[in-house]
């Protein structure tokens, strides 16, 4: 299973991102080598308008499964949802590491409509 998290920074150890269309980084892990992962800068980030749409279309590239954010915003959320992305929220002030941990113990709330309006 390929998993996306927004991130704050380039590592496991890296906060996950409260934003999903205007985080910093995406880091993709493969569920199976966790030690291995790519990262991926947002560059929806600069948009004034439409940041949630390119995040998700870059991620939706990537054939992901599963998408952890602190908040997906509708437009985002959208677009995961149609190509079949589950998506999860947890809190920010969690690391990359335990959010993995963390969905794997089923302790990720898994979203059935977006988690916030905009958020910015």
């Known amino acids: 299973m390929k998993i996306c998290i927004s991130s704050t920074g380039k590592n496991l150890s890296s906060s996950v ?6 985080c910093a980084y995406f880091l993709i892990i493969d569920s199976e080598n966790k030690e291995e992962f790519e990262v991926i800068e947002n560059i929806g980030t600069h948009a004034q308008h439409g940041a949630g749409v390119t995040a998700a279309q870059i991620i939706a590239d990537k054939k992901i499964d599963v ?4 908040n997906f915003g509708p437009n985002a959320y959208l677009v995961l949802s149609q ?3 589950k998506c ?3 809190s920010s002030s969690m690391s990359i590491k335990e959010a993995l941990e963390f969905l794997n113990e089923g302790k990720l709330e898994e979203l059935v409509k977006p988690s916030s309006s905009h958020y910015k």
């Open 67 to 70: 998408a952890i954010s602190g």
């Open 88 to 90: 999860y929220t947890t």
């Open 17 to 22: 991102d409260p934003r999903f269309g205007r």
């Open 83 to 85: 190509v079949g992305v």
